[in-house]
């Protein structure tokens, strides 16, 4: 039983008693963490600046026993992300990423590529590069990494492979494709042109980093947008508090 140092970004802080704070952070070897930081409202030496929202720190904790509550030592800030909250629009993208980190890795779930792109994006979003495309490449990914990646290789009713060619239709309840000969496109079945199959499959690999799309079609964009949607709101079975604002 030892401390540890680790990287964390801050996910949210409570008020806890009369001086502590309970923190719930986010690290890259052990996922999400809770602690408590110890008169942490009065004790600004140990925790400079370190409790904003969405902040990159550096913790020093103690963990006496698996899924029990850390004690927070001290900690230094990283990268605050300053501009992040200058911009309502920004804070907003900032906390659907959040939000859905939370969901797709509770308590007990890591993964150290999660970590690296959550601390990406936000890093992205705060020197405002592509803020438009961010969130869709963050959810393309996160669901990847969270085990929710969209198949689109085949059409998932004849099996059919898809070469990139030729408009295809999602399909919310196989989590993949569709050929036009086995399905009608409808609202919940909605079409996704090559482009867009294309920019959701680069999205899924991490390959294309949003600062280096060339401005991918507006049409493309918004069948991405919407096919993540309906396929998070599908496998997910729930709606993000935070989605409304994208
Ligand atoms: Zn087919």
Known sequence: MKTEISQAIIMRVNECGES???????TPTRGLLKGIAKAGRKSRKRFVNCFGSFSLVSLEYLIKRERDLAFLHSGKLVNGYQGLRT??????????MIELTQVLFPSGVSDTRMFELLERCLALLDAGDRADLMPLFFEAKAMTLGGYEINLGKCALCGRSYQGEGVAV?????????????????????LMAP???KLLRRFQEGSLSPEEAQGPPEEALQQVRNVLKLHREYRLEQKLRTSKYL
């Open 87 to 96: 911009d309502f629009s920004l804070l907003s993208k900032a906390s659907f």
């Open 170 to 190: 999602f399909q919310p309840e196989k989590g993949g494709i569709a050929c036009m000969k086995c399905e009608q496109a409808s609202a919940l079945h909605p």
């Open 195 to 197: 482009e867009a199959v």
């Open 20 to 26: 502590d704070l309970l923190v719930t952070f986010f």
